[in-house]
């Protein structure tokens, strides 16, 4: 217990870390406040426009969607064609008034994005003060001073990943409340809150939820790449590195050589397909699903969210595992 407090004013004290809190504090300010200012309360002749404008839209919806019904009863061939989907996409229900009004923040229409926006920020924060905190403790011989106080090495490394974990989940859970409730607040005071219905809250929960086990992840891999490395520097080196060549370099050689599905191998796509659900990528080359009869080929194929977190959990617990490993065998002197 002693190291369990010990650890947690170590790392509420790191300057580092206090400086990245400022920075998460400042940039989700920011996007409050341009929220705020580029959002007013809709007026009466606004929101008349914009139901017009959306029951217009509605009309022409109904008559799609009952030909798109009519096509997949039938099991017309080309309806995948025209229509590029299921026809639930196109329910004349989906379109509401709110589409319509301009420089209006409608809560349940676009809280998602900005719920995406906050965490990448955490995992961010997460990723840098995770190889900071060990880091600098390797480089500066504080681990050293600190195994000859508690001689356990992988006591002291587990309670160390422990403590950050627990603390950035804290923080992030803290940050996530006050972030969707002030965004909530500016669309009762300066917008419009929507039609948010038991659906809306469950989708908003999913992503939140998934996105704090995608800061804990991230937190974590910066944590044992640090370790591994020795070094703050090395874990920023492993991030640059793979953004660099893999992602955006080896885009580019499997676009030349024609591989047909380069984003199965990006570690972005998985990401995406987790925090979202879903992600929808189409192949490049190679074979499709011809629909037949219609000349139509589809190259579309979807990652799900369960193949996201078995190769992000996967990747998290490999590169612990090679963290305790090499630590328990290290010589720190």
């Keep these: 217990m002693n190291l369990v407090r010990a650890e947690i004013g170590r790392l509420a004290a790191r300057r580092f870390v206090q400086l990245m809190l400022v920075l998460l504090v400042t940039a989700f300010g920011v996007t409050v406040a341009t929220t705020l200012a580029g959002s007013h309360q809709p007026t009466a002749v606004e929101i008349r426009v914009a139901e017009a404008r959306a029951e217009q839209q509605r009309a022409d919806a109904r008559l799609w969607y009952a030909e798109c019904l009519r096509a997949e009863r039938a099991g017309v061939p080309d309806r995948e064609v025209r229509y590029q989907g299921d026809c639930a996409d196109i329910h004349p229900d989906r379109i509401d008034a709110s589409d319509f009004l301009t420089g209006v923040f409608v809560f349940d229409r676009q809280i998602l994005d900005l719920t995406y926006f906050?965490?990448?920020?955490?995992?961010?924060?997460?990723?840098?003060?995770?190889?900071?905190?060990?880091g600098a403790d390797l480089t500066s011989g504080g681990m050293t001073n600190l195994l000859l106080w508690r001689p356990q090495r992988m006591v002291v490394l587990g309670t160390k990943l422990g403590t950050l974990l627990g603390g950035v989940l804290g923080l992030s859970v803290v940050a996530s409340a006050a972030?969707?409730?002030?965004?909530?607040?500016?669309?009762?005071v300066r917008g419009l809150p929507g039609s948010p219905g038991s659906a809306f809250w469950t989708d908003l929960a999913g992503a939140v939820t998934r996105g704090l086990l995608l800061?804990?992840?991230?937190?974590?891999l910066g944590f044992a790449t640090a370790t591994l490395g020795r070094h703050t520097s090395a874990a920023l080196g492993v991030a640059a590195g793979y953004g660099v060549l893999w992602e955006v370099g080896g885009r580019i050689v499997m676009g030349i050589i024609d591989v047909a599905r380069p984003d199965r191998l990006m570690l972005s796509s998985y990401v995406i397909a987790w925090v979202g659900g879903e992600i929808r990528l189409w192949a490049l080359a190679g074979d499709c699903a011809p629909v037949p009869g219609?000349?139509?080929?589809?190259?579309s194929y979807s990652i799900l969210w369960p193949a996201g977190l078995v190769v992000l959990?996967?990747?998290?617990?490999?590169?612990?595992?090679?963290a305790f490993a090499a630590f328990r065998r290290r010589d720190l002197a």
């Design 179 to 188: 972030y969707l409730g002030a965004f909530r607040l500016i669309a009762e």
């Design 313 to 322: 959990l996967g990747l998290t617990l490999l590169a612990l595992g090679g």
């Design 215 to 220: 800061v804990l992840m991230v937190t974590a």
């Design 294 to 299: 219609s000349g139509y080929c589809d190259r």
């Design 118 to 134: 906050l965490i990448a920020f955490l995992c961010l924060f997460g990723f840098l003060v995770g190889a900071s905190y060990i």
